[in-house]
């Protein structure tokens, strides 16, 4: 059960709600209770859907949000922190989709993106990326140049890198075996890579996170 001043409901898989900022909230629950909180920068929501939030605090989720929802609890249940990269994409996919508007050619983006972040492993493309996101291959260059600066590849290599460091913090894996699922063709192809992006090598990496890593 939530109140947020003064309003109350109960959350269920098919209800969600709005917390504007500085609003008084309390939450109760039982102990097998999970929720899912994003906390959202305020110019990431356009200001119709801010009001309407704003005005309506609870709000039934379609299907569309509920399947977002869904594949966030997945990735969650798979490892502690899902991949920077696929926070965005799952981010702007959440916004659109609760506007109930018709996807926008960044949606169309954020979809392949989404898929790329999840599974870096696959031989990802650029014809594959633009069948992914529904696009011609022209029209993938132009987004990628209007929204990210950034080519596809250039995209794709940082995220198969992020991936990688992510692996190489959290996991005790075989370094080969790291750049075999995040993309890479063998370790010294991730060696390059690291060194090139970051100025380590993946070792080097490996012994600054884990030596950097909170411990709990």
Known sequence: MLDIEGKEARLDPLRAAFVEPGSWHSQLGTPDNRSLIVDIAAPALPDPLRGQLGERPFQPLNAATG???????????????????????????????????????RSRLA????????????????????????????????????????????????TRIENACTLLARSGLPIADIACRAGFADQSALTRAMRNSLGQTPAAYRRWAQENMPKT
């Open 67 to 105: 399947k977002l929802v869904e594949f966030m609890g997945l990735m969650l249940d798979q490892q502690a922190a899902p991949p920077t990269a696929a926070l965005r994409a799952w981010l702007g996919l959440l916004v659109d989709s609760l506007t109930l508007a018709s996807p926008q050619p």
């Open 111 to 158: 979809v392949m993106m989404a898929a790329v972040a999840t599974d870096p492993g696959q031989p990802w493309s650029t014809e594959r990326m633009a069948a992914k996101a529904g696009l011609s291959v022209s029209r993938l260059h132009a987004l990628f140049r209007e929204e990210h600066e950034s080519t596809p590849h250039g995209w794709l290599l940082r």
